[in-house]
């Protein structure tokens, strides 16, 4: 009988997987937290020590550029050095059930119990229908006493913001994490929420590597929030050009 | 491995929780029940004594007006004097799932035993479609023998209302506490089921405090109408001024 | 904890509830099987012997014309005489998950195997999608040698039809029903699908009152047909007035 | 209580049922997959061999051409000779559900482990959403190692196709199957996605005849073929005339 879920971890019972925080980049609005949380693994040269499947993910497998197919998984990844010991939560999908939600989030919470994590940040992009200019990070916790810490470093806590709450496992970690004793912060870097936000993800981590006291190299998800804006100003351009000729037909 | 319902009473086991009557106000139409159960409970001076929290519930955490986040829940007031003992039954949400209003209901049912509740009153919206003015106090009981008490406190039974059954908590609790020997009213304040309407629960609290023989100071709950209602002018005057630009550009 | 499906049945131990064949008419296209089902009941007399309630019944109470809220049910009546012994499974809904219809459907099953039930008839609508003169009753089986007998009673085999096969419990009895060694016979009375349709109700009985060789007085039925004939006259009357109308403001 | 899947073997326990090789084709985009598999059997006179029913199908009977209903099923062929064994997987449905779609493909892999299957070859459709001339089959393996042998056979590994990836069980058994050690191989003919694509299963064939080693003469596919060759070609001319029709009103 296939299991609800399955995780496996990597390595031998000898090793010291223990960790203090830990970082969730799952999917979400614009893949703000994830291509933050993925950038700062790669840039920290963080590990995966396990693996995580689950009936709840979407019943498929995803192919990659070499045409391998891989079952839907969520990774957990671990860097630790003298400042930080990280636990990052990443992967392909969060749950396709209500349900499923909490009982993933329940898992993911049993795994940093077992790694003694202390808090967790949860990253994401707050979504708000129009392109902007000056991105702020959006924020929520789940103890009053963290807000100070979370001004100081440039983000904001905006009244009736985010109005509709915070849905899936960034949200989730806050709320069941607090019954365990974690604390927990949830970042949210503005975005359209109509295309991959690299820029979003960028202000995201200016203030996460403040909060964490470490420097991340930005570089490459600068260079990437460039493309992203040589993209949209080509598409403005084009959209500025169909419209002069519709108005060429009619003059 | 999370429960699919969580119950947390607060207090010490020598506490006495033991109440007479039942008031549901979970969200629905209007809001109607909502505010009705809710603004009792304040003029009351309710206390809270447990609260609930459920995979069935829509899997998100809720942000406070000073960033805090909450795993949605619902929750058990009480009040008691010499003439009254009242278990509320208030909250975020209803259940997501068609399943789950029955399995969370039979808990709601749990908690009613456990503290000895006789009787039940259910409050809600009964969405008409259009704006009104006579606000009608609509009724369902799960004993013929409690009409006539309903009545008499300004309810009414009207044939074929609510015609396709009364849907969610309001409805489950008198058919699941029917079984279990509770007596159930389910009172429904008409609205039109576009706004938040206090002024509904206005007139459904009217009916209640009669049938309970407690005065409830409505001053604050009649100023809420009072604002929605100026709100409302504010909209018509809009729409009446949009109507007549339109015309003008005709005329 | 609250049962997935409860069975209660009336009377004592000692009572003799066992019959030989199984009528269903649970809800369905035009109401078809309910109408022919219930009409039936009423004119032979059958009495109540069990109700069945279920979380996979829409999470509502349905309220009665006296202001009254029930749970949900489906009821099982009984009728038996020296010619047959028939158990009756008629009731508010059928499932609202596809699960649940499964579920729902093995307990029907159980309860007929209780019984003694031998051979199982249910009763439905076919939407053929406009209105129709010449109602044909179509026939499915759930073993060839059943055919000839469904034949001489004046249902028919139309090759294709029901193209899409047949939906819920009308259908699953029959296949469920097999591995449990019934006889099914679904009958199936053409319909709009637009409209409750007491007509069709009639044509199905006629080829059902055959096969059971007892007749039954449709005289009820017919009227209901013909109050529903009226009405429809009406509605046609009305639409080609208002098609006159609009055609004298071109003309 | 009715099982969520059940699985019935024919014949005496003595029976070798044993194979080394497994073919999927369930319905999906344009029966590609299920006619090629199909076909295969019939012309190569596979046996049944077992039959899996679930609460994870529609709720429905289908009603076969003699007016006989049946549960929905998968079936589970077998066929041997000297040089290959094959285990087919063909039937009815899919999953409805998506957890259905994990627990169904993890006791399709049961009964691949108990005949000892060492490579499954999953066939499907690949919807490209416009007609085409040249089908090219698309291929995906649960391991690199596969891919020389698959490109030798004339399948191809498109960059980014398909892009989000394989949905339903010709998905999950390769990555299911890997887990338990079995080596994968996805076949995907391109298809419109607008029709039954007899001819993009006969792409797919003369592909798998190869990979397999065996010859399936492919005349009645073929013809299939053609007969929907002429069924499209007279779609297309009748699009035509109606065009040409308005035109002639216009001009």
């Known amino acids: 009988m296939i299991e609800d879920i399955s995780v496996d971890f990597f390595g031998s019972d000898s090793d010291d997987f223990s960790c203090d925080i830990m970082i969730e980049g799952l999917p979400g609005v614009g893949q703000v937290g994830k291509l933050a949380a993925e950038h700062m693994m790669e840039e920290l040269g963080a ?26 998984k969520n990774e957990i990844y671990r860097y630790a050095d003298e400042k930080v010991r990280i636990m990052f939560l990443v992967g392909d999908f969060q749950s396709g059930s209500a349900e499923g939600h909490y009982i993933l989030t329940d898992t993911y919470l049993d795994i940093a119990e077992k790694l003694g994590i202390k808090r967790i940040y949860t990253l994401g992009g ?3 229908g129009h392109l902007i200019q000056d991105i702020r990070v959006i924020a929520a916790v789940n103890d ?3 807000k100070e810490e979370v001004t100081n470093s440039g983000a904001v806590f905006a009244q009736d913001e985010p109005g509709g709450g915070i849905i899936g496992a960034s949200g989730l970690l806050l709320g069941l994490g607090a019954k365990r004793g974690m604390e927990g912060i949830c970042l949210m870097g503005e975005t359209s929420g109509y295309i991959v936000d690299p820029k979003s993800s960028n202000c995201l981590l200016a203030v996460l590597s403040k909060m964490l006291g470490i420097s991340i190299d930005s570089a490459k998800l600068q260079e990437r929030a460039s493309e992203m804006e040589v993209f949209l100003e080509r598409l403005k351009t084009m959209e500025q050009m169909k419209t002069e000729d519709e108005l060429s037909y009619i003059g």
Chains 1, 2, 3, 4 share one sequence.
């Open 47 to 72: 590990e995966k020590i396990a693996e995580i499947r689950s009936i709840f993910f979407p019943p498929q497998v995803l192919v990659d550029a070499a045409g391998v197919a891989h079952l839907p």
């Open 126 to 128: 707050y979504g708000v």
């Open 144 to 146: 009053e006493k963290l």
